[in-house]
Nanobody, 124 residues
Framework: QVHVVESGGGLVQAGGSLRLSCVAS????????MGWFRQAPGKEREFVAS????????LYADSVKGRFTISRDNAKNTMYLQMANLKSEDTAVYYC?????????????????WGQGTQVTVSS
């Protein structure tokens, strides 16, 4: 069993930046692909970004490409999402997810463990 916990959410003005962190328990973190998803009010949860076990491969949703950067530090069992040039439409609860495979994917159903989420609110 793997537990993942997100942190770093908050209130930020449009154009600002935030960095989310996701800490995972367990010794197998380095062999898991990881991902970030988000759910805005009244909308379904959607893919944001994902990263392979080694960090060599990343995927981004078109809506965040060029503004968000996903990374990981396997020595710290931690994944990050650096968000820049935030827009009001980025307001959502952001979820961290872990996949018991090394390769990354955009599908929610491919992820096995989920955090509780952290709120990001962007004011215009």
């Amino acid at each position: 069993q793997v537990h993942v916990v997100e942190s770093g959410g908050g209130l930020v003005q449009a154009g600002g930046s935030l960095r989310l962190s996701c800490v995972a328990s367990g010794r197998t973190f380095s062999s898991y692909a990881m991902g970030w998803f988000r759910q805005a009010p009244g909308k379904e949860r959607e893919f944001v970004a994902s990263i392979s076990w080694s960090g060599d491969s990343t995927l981004y949703a078109d809506s965040v490409k060029g503004r968000f950067t996903i990374s990981r530090d396997n020595a710290k069992n931690t994944m990050y999402l650096q968000m820049a040039n935030l827009k009001s439409e980025d307001t959502a609860v952001y979820y961290c997810a872990a996949r018991r495979r090394r390769l990354t994917t955009t599908l929610q159903s491919d992820y096995d463990y989920w955090g509780q989420g952290t709120q990001v609110t962007v004011s215009s």
